[in-house]
């Protein structure tokens, strides 16, 4: 997660170095590095307003710093999926549709046998096959996250940016897509969340970046989910302890007075 090194440059998909960006003359990353490699697999934990939307899209290409600099390495494919609650559910498309989406840029009446067998196969995988004639609405919480994992995996990418991907799903489902995205992750494909679930998700995965506006700091998770780093990045004091070789969060003001 540091600007690479020149013996495994190679290896970097995207390096972010120094990049400042704002909106109007309000800041929202100040000096940020990071770099992402092939088979990375890095959580961006950090609270609301910490630049984590920001930072993807400068990764994905959507925003420019407006100071530093955001390398890409050259035909690097790159697919994001958004956090659910910003998706109109009632666009009218059903859940292969959207699927198709990824792949027909606009044309979707006009779609190939090819490319509608392989949406069907990337449902199937997701275990949501048999949902394809569905409107998007009618999913819940978990299905329409596999969706659109569904649509981000038919650009085939080598990168895969999701924004707060467990957002609205329940336990079972969180569990599941965390499988799901590490079997990607063995398969080859670099992966970069953002998320808030500091126990659900942030401490089972293997690299972490703490992000308040800049790095506040970046590795295992035991080396980010510390008391000292999470009162930087959060503004709250929190109990860390130990289960089962996982860190696990507790909010001191709840410990005080229970």
Known sequence: MTVPRERDAEDCLVAVQGASFGYDASPVLREVSLSVRARDFIGVVGPSGSG???????LLGTARPQRGTVSRQPGLAVAYVPQLETVNWNFPVTVGECVLMARTERRLPWSSRSERVEVSSVLDRLGIGGLAGRHIRE????????????????RRPQLLLMDEPTTGVDIASRHDMLHLLADLNAEGMAILLTTHDLNGVA???????ALQRTVVAAGP?????TPSVLERTFGAPMEVLEHLGIPVVLDRSWTASS
């Open 52 to 58: 984590k939307t920001s930072l993807l899209r400068l």
């Open 139 to 154: 999913l819940s919480g978990g299905q329409q996250q596999r969706m659109f994992i569904a649509r981000a995996l038919l």
């Open 203 to 209: 401490a089972h995965l293997p690299q972490l970046v």
């Open 221 to 225: 998770p035991q080396d980010v989910i």
